[in-house]
């Protein structure tokens, strides 16, 4: 577990420009110098990386990731979080600020575009953000996020486990995830009241395509019933889907009542291929 002494220059512009911690952000601001070490060696930056910075806060990553790297991109949804982040990328040439929210923005207009994610995502939105990234950022081929550890282990998550559900199966048909370290809650400022971990998804595969997902997103909206009961009751599921999806899993060696939680990422992807693209258009389009 990493823990450190405050990094005076994160404590520095707080002071300085006023900022407040905006709990409904999520905003947990880095102070540890320590931690940008651990994220180096994790992110393995090369100097023609284009990278992908999400939740910029106060510039302590911005500033550490800049000049290692051809290109920087630092997302900030926080308008009050202006002048410290220009200030931390000023000298940098290489760095572009994108005062937005990462969830609307566009990743696939990004150009350049990233080749690497590295941030210290606001804990309400870390899914949302990484499984965004894995989908509109092909060429991306690691992130490395810092997050809540219950996101984390749910990213990295094995069929059959508790923690396994529609996240970590999208996560895992075009990503190997781990669970890469804890880190110490007196990293942050504000100390949070949640624990947290850096987690890294290496690409395997190309993005999931939609359709797929939207299988994998019904078969887990009602986890307590059979996987085929639950495609029953999607908004526009096929006909005779429930039959249909029940003949695929005998078909794949499996029971027919299996339930979404127990198939593997691989086995999402056969189910998808025996139940065919019709059907899972129309799921899609619910």
């Known amino acids: 577990m990493v823990s450190a002494e405050p990094r005076q220059a994160s404590l520095r512009r707080l002071r300085e420009f ?9 905003q947990n601001f880095l102070v540890d110098d320590n931690v940008l070490g651990v994220i180096d060696r994790l992110a393995a930056l090369e100097q023609d990386d284009v990278v992908l910075e999400v939740g910029g806060g106060l510039g302590v990553l911005s500033e550490h990731l800049a000049p ?12 009050a ?31 350049p575009a990233p080749t690497k994610v590295v941030a210290n995502l606001p804990y309400g939105v870390a ?18 996020a810092m997050v809540q550890r219950e996101v984390g282990e749910r990213l990295a998550a094995s069929a059959g486990t508790k923690a396994y559900g ?22 942050f400022f504000p100390v949070p009241n949640v624990e947290s971990v850096l987690v890294t998804l290496r690409r395997t595969a190309p993005p ?10 019904a078969a887990f909206a009602h986890r307590r019933k059979a996987l085929a009961g639950s495609l029953a009751l999607a908004p526009g599921a096929p006909e005779r889907i429930r039959e249909r999806a029940r003949a695929a ?37 619910r």
């Open 127 to 144: 899914a949302t953000v990484i499984l965004k990234a894995l989908r509109e950022l092909p060429g991306a081929r690691l992130v490395v």
């Open 208 to 217: 999931p395509p939609p359709e797929l997902v939207a299988l994998v997103n």
């Open 249 to 285: 899993l005998e078909q794949m060696g499996l029971a027919p009542d299996t339930r979404a939680e127990r198939l593997s990422p691989g086995d999402f992807a056969r189910l998808g291929e025996l139940l065919g693209a019709d059907s899972l258009r129309r799921l899609r389009e």
């Open 166 to 187: 529609a996240t970590s199966a999208i996560a895992q048909l075009c990503a190997e995830v781990r669970v890469a370290r804890r880190i110490s809650a007196t990293v």
């Open 81 to 111: 979080l202006r002048a410290p982040l220009e200030e931390a990328l000023a000298p940098f040439a290489n760095a572009e600020l994108h005062l937005a929210d990462a969830v609307e923005l566009d990743f696939a207009a990004l150009d």
């Open 18 to 26: 006023g900022v407040r911690p905006d709990r409904e952000l999520g």
């Open 68 to 79: 290692q790297v051809a290109h920087l991109y630092v997302v900030e949804v926080d308008e």
